[in-house]
């Protein structure tokens, strides 16, 4: 297993040589690689799909209501921890591949989608968690299309990067469910998916100015 300075490295050689002096990332990451060093034995991929399983159970308890949606939200944080995981065990043990690169975003983009699903389930109107949703998957897909374009770099990074997405959507749904016998939960998942929505458009508008740079012929 790399040390933890190394795997910081090597994750900003794989994404584009993001920076990882952030305090966010850094911490983000850090917390994935003191995760995955006792675990260097287990598959990448099966934390993948554990990762993916458990963001879709948290559909289940937001859909309850109630004092379920604290569930749902421990749910959602437990899914970013082991999205993580499988990218430290990937590059941490020397066994990431383009291959697992891509699936692993993929599996990101679903799991945003069952983040999206919790919320309207949960009490927030369907336009505004498809917004949620749709603005989870736009800088990303961004990304993807300018380095398509040929640009070698993931562009600035955002307020609206992948560790808020999950915060973001767990500290909604927990913060119902405390809510939930004075009849709040409702407003408070709608409040957080509009929160939300609005950390997603300034994250584009962030990125988009960024990139156009990068793509300035």
Sequence with gaps: MLSRDEYLAAWSRWHGDTPTDRPLVRGWLTIAWTL????????????????????LAAVGPAAAGGHWLIAAGILVALSGLLDSLDGALAIGTGRASRRGFVLDSVVDRLTEAAYAAALWVGGAPGWLAVAFGALCWLPDYLRARAGQAGVAETGALSVWERPTRIAMTGMTLVGAGVVAGFGFAGPVVTSGAAVGALLGAVGVVQLGNSLRRMLTD
């Design 36 to 55: 995955a060093r006792p675990l260097a034995g287990l598959p990448p991929l099966a934390a993948t799909a554990l990762g993916l399983l458990v963001a």
